[in-house]
C-alpha cells in the first residue's frame, strides 16, 4: 500500500517536473540580474570556477577568487582583467576553517564591503577504487566538497542575513543524485552538499529571510580533467557524452 502510495506521489512528481520544465523552454525563468554584486568563487583556479568568474565579471558582477593554488587562480584573474572586469584573489585552503574565516574578514577589510554571492565550487575527486583509495584522500574529498561549505556560509551568511541580501550557491553534481561504481568518496561527499543544500534552504525559508536565495547545481560530467581517466559505460556515452565547458555553460 505505502509502495503503491510512494510509486504515485513519485509519478506525481514526474509528470509536475516534466510539464513545467517543458513551460519553462518557451517561457524562460526571469534571469536575476547580478550587476554590482560582489561574487565569492572558491576554486576559481579550476575549469567551472574560471568560467563562473569570467561570466559573472561579463554580466557585471565584481570577483573575489579562492583557490588553493595560487598560479592557476592569478590566472583565472588575469584573464577577467584582459576582458575588463574586476577581481581579487586569495589563496585559500577552504578545508581549514581558520583560513576561511581568516581570509573572509580580510576581504571584508580589503574591500570594505560584503560578499553578496558565494559559489561553493571548490571540488575534488580521489579516483581510485574503495580499497585502493588512501585514507587520506578519502578524508580530504569530504573536507573540500561538504566541509568547506560549512565553513563559507557560516562566514559570509550573517552579513548576508544582516543586509537580506544573498545567494549561496552549491556546486554538487550528477554524482550527489545518482550513483555510480568507484566513486564512493565522491558520490558520499556530493550527497552531503545535495542534504546541506536543500536544509539551509529550508532553514531560510523557516526563519523568513527572504532576501537570502539558494541555488543547486547538479552538472553533468565535464570536460575538465577533473574526471581524467574515468570511462562512462559505452551505451551510456553514446546517449549521454561529456559536456565541453562551454556547453556546460550555455545549459539552462
Ligand atoms: N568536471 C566535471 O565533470 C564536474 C561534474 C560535476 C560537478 N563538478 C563539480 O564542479 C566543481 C568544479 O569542478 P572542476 O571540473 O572545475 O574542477 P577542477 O579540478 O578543474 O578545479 C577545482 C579547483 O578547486 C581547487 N581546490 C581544490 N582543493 C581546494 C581547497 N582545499 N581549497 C581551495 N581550492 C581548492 C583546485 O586548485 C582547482 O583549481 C567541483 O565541485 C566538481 O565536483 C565537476
Ligand atoms: C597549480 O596549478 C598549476 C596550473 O594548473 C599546476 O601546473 C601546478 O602543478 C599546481 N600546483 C599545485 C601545488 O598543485
Known amino acids: ?33 547580478i550587476d554590482g554584486e560582489l561574487v565569492l568563487i ?29 598560479s592557476c587562480n592569478d590566472e583565472t584573474a588575469k584573464l577577467v582583467h584582459e576582458n575588463g572586469g574586476k577581481a581579487y584573489t586569495y589563496t585559500v585552503d577552504v578545508t581549514n576553517r581558520e583560513d576561511v574565516y581568516r581570509n573572509a574578514d580580510l576581504v571584508r577589510k ?11 565550487n571548490a571540488g575534488v575527486v580521489a579516483g581510485a577504487r574503495m580499497l585502493d583509495c588512501p585514507d587520506l584522500l ?16 557560516k562566514a ?34 556530493k550527497f552531503a552538499a545535495v542534504g546541506f543544500h536543500e536544509s539551509l534552504a529550508h532553514e531560510l525559508i523557516a526563519d523568513e529571510v527572504e532576501g537570502v536565495k539558494t541555488t543547486l547545481v547538479c552538472p553533468y560530467i565535464v570536460d575538465t580533467g577533473m574526471f581524467e581517466g574515468c570511462k562512462i559505460r559505452e551505451e551510456v556515452e553514446l546517449l549521454l557524452p561529456p559536456w565541453s565547458p562551454s556547453t556546460a555553460w550555455s545549459r539552462p
Open 1 to 33: 500500500m505505502i509502495f503503491l502510495m510512494d510509486l504515485q506521489m513519485m509519478l506525481l512528481d514526474v509528470i509536475y517536473f516534466i510539464l513545467r520544465n517543458s513551460v519553462r523552454i518557451v517561457l524562460r525563468p526571469r534571469t536575476k540580474p
Open 138 to 153: 578519502m578524508e580530504r574529498t569530504m573536507k573540500v566538497n561538504c566541509h568547506a561549505h560549512f565553513w563559507t556560509v
Open 42 to 70: 572558491t576554486g576559481a583556479g579550476g575549469g567551472l570556477g574560471r568560467l563562473f568568474a569570467q561570466e559573472f565579471t561579463k554580466h557585471g558582477a565584481e570577483v573575489v577568487l579562492w583557490d588553493i593554488n595560487s
Open 110 to 120: 580589503d574591500l570594505g564591503r560584503d560578499i553578496t554571492i558565494l559559489v561553493n
Open 156 to 189: 559570509f551568511l550573517p552579513q548576508m542575513k544582516a543586509q537580506n541580501h544573498g545567494h549561496i550557491v552549491t556546486i554538487a553534481s550528477v554524482l550527489g543524485l545518482f550513483s555510480t561504481a568507484c566513486v564512493e568518496d565522491y558520490c558520499a561527499s
